[in-house]
């Protein structure tokens, strides 16, 4: 009977270790999910939402709703609320939540802001009430 308990035991846990780690991205150790958490809901007034995901969101790793100012630079939400990198002159970000731009792999951060690509880095965008900001790790073309 202990064999049997035992035997239970050791492939429930086993079962257990192996879902968890379905969810996960081996390299960052970051939970990815592969559905699109970003709604077309509006948001909250003296807020942004920020969605970070990868490949033109066939995953996404973490959604936001963070309280600003409008006129507050969006590197120093980013600084704020995420694990960033970024270059040099501190005007792109190369790398969030430990997930990084890649010359080996051709990758890079890019981002959106309601829809559209603004015309400044990220340490000269200015946040508005409402904005809904989308950085997505793309394959280069």
């Given at each position: 009977m202990k064999?049997?308990?035992?035997?239970?035991?050791?492939i429930i846990l086993s079962?257990?270790?192996?879902?968890?780690?379905?969810n996960k991205d081996t390299e960052s150790n970051i939970r990815v999910t592969t559905t699109d958490t970003?709604?077309?809901d509006e948001v909250e007034s003296g807020h942004a939402r920020i969605t970070i995901s990868l490949y033109d969101g066939e995953q996404y790793l973490s959604e936001?709703?963070?309280?600003?100012?409008?006129?507050?630079?969006?590197l120093d939400v980013m600084e704020e609320n995420?694990?960033?990198?970024?270059?040099?002159?501190?005007?792109?970000?190369?790398?969030?939540?430990?997930?990084?731009?890649?010359?080996e792999?051709?990758?890079?951060?890019?981002?959106?802001v309601?829809?559209?690509?603004?015309s400044?880095?990220?340490?000269?965008?200015e946040l508005s009430s409402g904005d809904k900001i989308i950085f997505d790790l793309k394959e280069l073309k």
């Open positions: 064999k049997l308990l035992l035997f239970l035991f050791i079962i257990l270790v192996a879902c968890t780690e379905d970003s709604s077309g936001l709703e963070v309280p600003i100012e409008d006129g507050t630079l969006l995420f694990y960033i990198e970024t270059n040099d002159n501190e005007t792109e970000i190369t790398s969030i939540e430990r997930m990084a731009e890649s010359e792999e051709k990758t890079n951060w890019t981002y959106t309601n829809g559209e690509t603004p400044v880095t990220v340490d000269e965008y």
